[in-house]
């Protein structure tokens, strides 16, 4: 599969198509973090606009773009294990920097954990330079932030 065959739609984090999606990066994040199992984590908002790449109608992976004014943060970024290293987080990322843009922010930000070297590395090739950790996670040794001009 290229990125040519691929497809990417907005839609809300209701869509039942996220959901399965957004469970697995839960039990992977788990996995990864053992610790923060139970760890009361910020939720996207209601109003967070969801992009799903489907690959033939499958969802392969998804994100969230939470718009908070002037900034956007990039929230629930997952790839599929299976469909990981063809490109689907690097066509999420440009993807939700066009909905921050397009919203008029000018900044977008996003935490990571430090045990995703994978998505450390996606976000990197994105242009997004470490920050100072904001808050809430300012008190979690396990995160760092990342951002962005636009």
């Given at each position: ?11 809300a984090g209701t869509d039942p ?50 718009l908070l004014g002037a900034e ?16 689907v987080a690097g066509l999420l ?58």
């Open positions: 599969m290229t990125v040519d065959e691929l497809t990417v739609v907005e839609t198509r996220v959901a399965p999606l957004v469970a697995a990066m839960k039990a992977e994040m788990d996995r990864r973090y053992p610790e923060e199992v139970g760890l009361d984590h910020p939720q996207v908002l209601t109003d967070a606009v969801f992009l799903l790449v489907l690959a033939a109608d499958e969802p392969v992976g998804t994100c969230a773009v939470q956007a943060e990039l929230k629930r970024m997952y790839v599929r294990p299976d469909q990981r290293g063809r490109g990322m440009g993807q939700a920097e066009a909905v921050a843009r397009r919203a008029g922010c000018t900044r977008f930000k996003l935490e990571t954990g430090v045990r995703q070297p994978e998505a450390i590395a996606v976000y990197r090739r994105a242009g997004f330079v470490a920050i100072p950790n904001y808050p809430p996670y300012d008190t979690w040794e396990l995160s760092v932030c990342f951002a962005k001009d636009l």
